[in-house]
């Protein structure tokens, strides 16, 4: 079933299909608020509200848009939300051995082969925008036209968000790897 056709049915009063648009999309928004947020329990909750605002805004959403675009916009504001609320700017990293082991992996393609911590401390130093902006194009594949709708942003800044996020991550990532972390 389409995503189109699910929207119609949970409009309708089925529970059950906003449980199937749950399921595909769940593990993608939890990826993106768990290397948004920088924390497992933090990420779940911005998920889990993100999940439940869309539910009760379903009626407003419009077909001509794509769901997961719809979802991500949702998802995108409740981590800027949260990141406000608690006053932080930049991310925070684990540094505890035990909670780094156990985090999921990176998102594939943004930098093969560099361990799993190294990238979220570095990711954890980017400016928020720039953290958002990769995640979004090399985790999540969207185009800077997909990106632009989700997050309000220009298309050019999104590039330029992109780019110096890169160059800084590789920096960091160097610097890293210099250093023998």
Same mark, same amino acid.
């Given at each position: 079933?389409?995503?189109? %056709? ?6 309708? $009063?089925?529970?059950?299909? /906003? $449980? ?30 993100? /999940? ?13 848009? =794509? /769901?997961? $675009? ?17 006053g932080r700017r930049t991310k ?10 156990s985090a999921p992996a990176p ?17 954890? =130093?980017?400016?928020?925008? =720039? ?23 220009? %298309? &050019? ?8 996020? &890169? ?12 250093? $023998?972390?």
């Amino acid at each position: 079933m389409t995503d189109a %056709e699910l929207v119609v049915r949970t409009r309708a $009063g089925d529970p059950d299909a /906003f $449980g199937v648009l749950v399921s595909r999309y769940y593990d993608a928004c939890w990826r993106f608020a768990y290397h948004m947020l920088g924390e497992r329990a933090d990420a779940e909750d911005v998920v889990q509200d993100s /999940f439940l605002r869309a539910y009760l805004a379903i009626s407003r959403y419009d077909e001509r848009d =794509q /769901f997961r $675009g719809w979802l991500f916009r949702i998802l995108t504001n409740q981590c800027r939300n949260f990141l406000t609320s608690r006053g932080r700017r930049t991310k925070r990293f684990v540094q505890d051995d035990l909670a780094i082991q156990s985090a999921p992996a990176p998102p594939p393609g943004l930098a093969p082969g560099v361990e799993d911590a190294v990238l979220m401390r570095a990711l954890a =130093q980017l400016d928020p925008q =720039q953290r958002e902006a990769l995640l979004l194009k090399y985790a999540e594949g969207l185009e800077y036209s997909e990106m632009s709708a989700m997050t309000g942003a220009g %298309e &050019s800044a999104l590039k330029m968000r992109v780019k110096r996020g &890169s160059e800084r991550l590789r920096a960091l990532l160097a610097k890293s790897e210099e250093r $023998g972390a």
